[in-house]
């Protein structure tokens, strides 16, 4: 320990780097995004660009997105709670759940051309497996695809609350005299709740920021927020269209964090009961 | 001492019957279940893969087998120089290396730092590094527009590309880092290094880091699987890495197979880094029974 | 009886725990044990860990199959019946209170099961908790509790039922020392007043003898000695008891014609018919005290004071006698002329003692409680 001049340098100083990093690389862009959203081609500040958020195809875009986002998410958070379970129930140490855990790990990021090329071999009009008519329908043959990231990623996010419930709960709600039914009614279930909503809003804000996926899979019809964005952004037809690009954008932002603060919330009750 | 025998019952020698009670049924029904699970799981995983696999194998015809997928990546003649796939996936691993070692330079230090000296701002740390998850990389891609035309001017690499890269990984590095350090009483041991006559360089290199390996192994294999997986930013910024490559291969040349092989490695690849970073971790877990 | 305040009583029931064997794989947790409570009473067990305690308290519960015996509660079998059709009320180390639930909604939890309608529930839980003196914190949450706070919800819920047994799994270990003695005993009162039949585990042997009616120390799966307090404490059946329960000073001794000769003091024998020869005597550190100054001072009990530890009342001197060493427990006052490095003449008081033939790992020396 060096003994001598007392150094007058606050400790926070040793967290600039990150933070402006941070700052540079994340804050800076999002707030260009959320500025230019209210600029007019002439440079002034004008709430004109929002109205077309109101505009019904636009609307019809935002729709599109959630109601693909929506359902990946309700199916992805069935299923995948269904596998979380089944993973922890079995021995901590063993096998099957490190090779489930890897998978999931690997499998929640994955996604693009690779993952709807393998649906379109698989499942296409020329599919090794067979062919499903309904491939190429939106949302169905979408959200099959969507399943294979967002299973995954509910088994990352929710496996930790399944391992958090106490086998002494399950042991007094039955020395108690609970059945299976009732402690999964009365303890079980209403302890898994918030953690499983939040799952949920996390795995909706997973499928609504995607956008590699959905475009390989069809990237001549733009059904969600992200791919008009792409459209709007690759076709510049002065800047009028920036402005557009930059108003879905801000609209993505906005529900995004509003589902993720909900998320957060929830995780805090879950944690506070999980732990 | 209790002295009663039961009537009938021979000594030690029986060997344990199978049991029949409440709980070993209720065990049987339960492996049943988590069998079924897995079987049915498993092929929903499986199947897409294998498909990959085989495709990756396909010949000129429909139905035939062949390598020349595979012997396309690996070979490239030299009057045209190395093929953009190869270029492509060499830029991407290299962007994959830099951006985790920047990654951990960058974060490691500041959670460490932040969990010793600067507990406040924990919860800024924290809403920051989950912030990325909040904002799609296609906002993102919007607003980063600008700030890459000026970088444009002294870098034409895809390399620049990192500087965005370690914001995508963020969120999961820092997850799985906060994971590993929490799991620690850093505290404590930071005092203990101190009292013992250490500085703060060495309480973080020396006795903290050393206990994070497992945390920092799995930031890194997960900043390397998203490196390796990113596709949108890349293309909106008119690079080419790995995904944007396959993209443009899947649209211009109907020789899918390449695709496939080439995924179907850099997919195994991380699978088996993760699953052999899973056994290589020490399970704590739990309290011991009374 | 659990008496509810209308004054409604319901007879106290016996357990019988007859052949009861566990295994898992190849360790033996439980070996062919039998135990009887008696109706109102509370049974401790105590032992080391691995002794098949919690085991057997388990097995009463439902929680874990019994691979041979049965089970009898109020003359009724209920080996085959699951666990949540028991009527034993549980508590548990610890964590076991719902967290998403308040206090009284942890309390209710069995009535709500039953079926009890709201208003009878909320009145019977509120009872309860006034039972154990917590019916002002009824709205609060678990985690908003100290674990003794924590300990005494979980006893209210497990009464609540009105079980016919109460099980209790080492409720205490989890707590700080001094949360633990006053708990413990607001146990026993309320177990007392209840009248329930009570089988409490744990390894703290002053707890066991503290609160049981009776104590059976078990050792690898089996009951080494089933009785009262005093009896386990001063007449101990086996070596393991006599050294598990308090402290024990092993010295070597001659048997002869029905005494031990131990150092120089002729000591009743325990147990009859102990063939002549040397042993190992078992001594409490109670019944060594100082040698008064009018006997011999050539007693082969004289040695050099190590250490004197202050417990309160008494003070346990520690006693190099040349070739092993001995511990006495004496009255502080009497303790006060020692010091470490004083001299001092011992004796043992001819209270009738244990013998050990068998040469059990460890020299002949004070023995530790484990």
């Given at each position: 320990m060096r003994a001598g001049r007392r150094l007058s340098i606050p400790n926070w100083i040793g967290t600039v780097p990150f933070f402006g990093y941070v700052a540079v690389f994340l804050l800076w862009p999002t707030g260009i995004v959320v500025y230019d959203a209210f600029k007019n081609p002439a440079g002034n500040f004008t709430l004109s660009g929002l109205t077309a958020l109101g505009n019904s195809q636009v609307r019809g875009y935002f729709i599109g997105s959630f109601k693909l986002s929506l359902i990946s998410a309700v199916i992805g958070a069935a299923f995948g709670a269904i596998l979380a379970y089944a993973i922890a129930a079995g021995n901590p140490d063993g096998m099957i759940r490190r090779l489930y855990l890897s998978v999931s790990g690997v499998l929640a990021q994955f996604g693009g051309v690779t993952l709807a090329f393998a649906f379109l071999v698989l499942i296409g009009p020329v599919g090794l497996l067979f062919h499903a008519g309904w491939y190429f329908n939106f949302p169905w043959g979408i959200t099959l695809i969507y399943a294979y990231f967002q299973i995954p990623l509910m088994v990352l996010v929710f496996l930790p609350a399944i391992d958090g419930l106490r086998v002494q709960w399950r042991e007094a709600s039955e020395s108690l005299g609970s059945s299976t039914w009732q402690y999964w009614r009365y303890v079980g279930?209403?302890?898994?709740?918030?953690?499983?909503?939040?799952?949920?809003?996390?795995?909706?804000?997973?499928?609504?920021?995607?956008?590699?996926?959905?475009?390989?899979?069809?990237?001549?019809?733009?059904?969600?927020?992200?791919?008009?964005?792409?459209?709007?952004?690759?076709?510049?037809?002065?800047?009028?269209?920036?402005?557009y690009a930059d108003v879905l954008a801000l609209g993505m932002v906005v529900l995004v964090a509003i589902v993720m603060t909900g998320y957060a919330l929830l995780g805090r009750r879950a944690a506070r009961w999980l732990r | 001492m209790a002295a009663v025998t039961s009537v009938g019952e021979t000594p030690l020698a029986a060997p344990a019957k199978r049991p029949v009670g409440m709980q070993a049924r209720r065990r049987r029904r339960l492996n049943l279940f988590r069998y079924v699970v897995f079987t049915v799981f498993g092929l929903f995983i499986v199947l897409p893969l294998l498909a990959m696999a085989r495709f990756s194998l396909e010949g000129a015809k429909l139905g035939t087998w062949s390598l020349s997928a595979?012997?396309?990546?690996?070979?490239?003649?030299?009057?045209?120089?190395?093929?953009p796939l190869i270029s492509a996936v060499e830029i991407t691993l290299e962007l994959a290396v830099i951006t985790s070692g920047v990654m951990l330079v960058l974060v490691v230090p500041t959670m460490i730092w932040i969990r010793l000296r600067v507990r406040w701002l924990a919860r800024t740390m924290e809403f920051l590094s989950l912030l990325p998850l909040t904002i799609p990389p296609i906002v993102l891609v919007v607003g980063l527009g600008p700030i890459y035309d000026k970088i444009q001017h002294l870098s034409l690499s895809a390399?620049?590309?990192?500087?965005?890269?370690?914001?995508?990984?963020?969120?999961?590095?820092?997850?799985?880092?906060?994971?590993?350090?929490?799991?620690i009483d850093a505290i404590t041991l930071s005092e203990a290094a101190r009292s013992l006559g250490a500085s703060?360089?060495?309480?973080?290199?020396?006795?903290?880091?050393?206990?994070?390996?497992?945390?920092?192994?799995?930031?890194?294999?997960?900043?390397?699987?998203?490196?390796?997986?990113?596709?949108?930013?890349?293309?909106?910024?008119?690079?080419?890495?790995?995904?944007?490559?396959?993209?443009?291969?899947?649209?211009?040349?109907p020789d899918a197979g390449v695709i496939f092989s080439t995924s179907f490695a850099a997919l195994l690849f991380t699978f088996v880094l993760l699953l052999i970073l899973s056994f290589a971790r020490r399970r704590r877990r739990g309290f011991p029974r009374g | 009886m659990t008496r509810t305040r209308d004054g409604a009583a319901r007879t106290a029931v016996e357990v019988r725990l007859e052949g009861l064997s566990r295994h898992y794989g190849a360790v033996v947790a439980l070996d062919h044990l039998d135990l009887i409570l008696q109706p109102g009473e509370l049974v401790a067990l105590l032992g080391p860990s691995g002794c098949g305690k919690t085991t057997t308290l388990r097995l009463l519960a439902g929680l874990e199959d019994t691979d041979t015996g049965s089970i009898t509660v109020g003359g009724r079998d209920i080996t085959r019946l699951p666990a949540n059709r028991r009527d034993m009320g549980m508590v548990f180390q610890a964590y076991s209170l719902f967290p998403h639930m308040t206090v009284r909604q942890n309390v209710a939890f069995g009535l709500r099961l039953r079926r009890v309608s709201?208003?009878?529930?909320?009145?019977?839980?509120?009872?309860?908790?006034?039972?154990?003196?917590?019916?002002?914190?009824?709205?609060?949450?678990?985690?908003?509790?100290?674990?003794?706070?924590?300990?005494?919800?979980?006893?209210?819920?497990?009464l609540a039922i009105e079980p016919q047994v109460l099980l209790l799994d080492e409720p205490l270990s989890a707590l700080d020392a001094k949360v633990r003695a006053q708990l413990r005993d607001q146990i026993r009162r309320i177990q007392l007043e209840v009248g329930i039949t009570t089988l409490f585990v744990t390894h703290d042997q002053e707890e066991a003898l503290a609160i049981a009616d009776r104590v059976g120390v078990?050792?690898?799966?089996?009951?080494?000695?089933?009785?009262?307090?005093?009896?386990?404490?001063?007449?101990?059946?086996t070596s393991f008891?006599?050294?598990?329960?308090?402290?024990?000073?092993?010295?070597?001794?001659?048997?002869?014609?029905?005494?031990?000769?131990?150092?120089?003091?002729?000591?009743?024998l325990m147990e009859q018919n102990v063939p002549d020869g040397r042993v190992v005597a078992l001594v409490r550190p109670e019944a060594v005290t100082m040698a008064s100054h009018t006997s011999e001072e050539s007693s082969p009990l004289v040695g050099t004071v190590i250490a004197v530890t202050f417990l309160g009342a008494t003070s346990r001197v520690t006693v190099d006698l040349g070739d092993t060493t001995v511990m006495a427990q004496l009255t502080t006052s009497d303790a006060a002329t020692l010091s470490a490095g004083s001299r001092v003449a011992l004796t043992i008081r001819p209270d009738p003692v244990l013998v050990s033939t068998s040469s059990e790992p460890g020299a002949a020396g004070a023995g530790e409680e484990a």
């Open positions: 279930g209403p302890l898994l709740m918030p953690a499983f909503l939040g799952a949920l809003l996390l795995l909706f804000a997973n499928a609504l920021s995607a956008y590699a996926t959905i475009q390989a899979w069809e990237d001549q019809v733009p059904y969600t927020v992200p791919q008009q964005i792409y459209n709007s952004m690759s076709s510049e037809v002065g800047l009028a269209n920036i402005n | 595979y012997r396309q990546i690996a070979s490239y003649s030299s009057s045209e120089g190395i093929p390399l620049m590309l990192f500087w965005v890269y370690v914001i995508l990984a963020l969120p999961y590095a820092y997850r799985a880092l906060a994971a590993g350090l929490s799991s703060w360089f060495s309480v973080i290199v020396r006795v903290i880091v050393p206990n994070m390996w497992d945390a920092i192994l799995n930031a890194l294999l997960l900043t390397c699987a998203l490196v390796l997986g990113e596709f949108t930013i890349a293309f909106f910024l008119l690079y080419v890495n790995l995904q944007v490559e396959l993209y443009s291969i899947s649209r211009n040349t | 709201a208003a009878d529930r909320d009145k019977r839980a509120l009872e309860m908790l006034e039972l154990v003196g917590l019916s002002a914190q009824a709205d609060r949450y678990p985690n908003q509790l100290s674990g003794g706070q924590q300990q005494r919800v979980a006893l209210a819920r497990a078990m050792k690898e799966g089996r009951i080494e000695q089933l009785a009262p307090p005093t009896e386990v404490y001063s007449r101990p059946a008891v006599a050294e598990f329960v308090g402290l024990t000073n092993r010295l070597d001794g001659e048997v002869s014609g029905g005494q031990v000769t131990v150092r120089g003091c002729t000591l009743p």
